[in-house]
């Protein structure tokens, strides 16, 4: 049984920082593209970042309204993937999802989590 489980989501001032984690177990962890995704109140899920690759080698992509601030790290022997978000505003308040996916998967396809709140006040 697949299952993604995000932690890590909580209130945090602007500016703050916040690390989220997705514990994945079900599936073959390290052939998945990993990934994290966040809804905001009244707006529709918008993609944040990807990682993809093992042995040392990773392949990563953010959103434009991320990059620079937001990191993205997996742990495959954990099966753990994580979301460093650094100078938090509040634009980034949202849901944040974990996604998993094999690379020739669309997203509609790929696997979800059940979210994690982060709410950053100004």
């Known amino acids: 049984q697949v299952q993604l489980v995000e932690s890590g989501g909580g209130l945090v001032q602007a500016g703050g920082s916040l690390t989220l984690s997705c514990a994945a177990s079900?599936?073959?962890?390290?052939?998945?593209?990993m990934g994290w995704f966040r809804q905001a109140p009244g707006k529709e899920r918008e993609f944040v970042a990807r990682i993809r690759g093992s042995d040392g080698v990773y392949w990563t992509n953010y959103a434009d309204s991320v990059k620079g601030r937001f990191t993205i790290s997996r742990n495959n022997a954990k099966n753990m993937v994580y979301l460093q978000m650094n100078s938090l505003d509040p634009e980034d308040t949202a849901v944040y999802y974990c996604?998993?996916?094999?690379?020739?998967?669309?997203?509609?396809?790929?696997?979800w989590g059940q979210g994690t709140q982060v709410t950053v006040s100004s």
């Open positions: 079900g599936f073959t962890f390290s052939s998945f593209d």
């Open positions: 996604n998993a996916k094999l690379a020739r998967w669309g997203e509609r396809d790929a696997y």
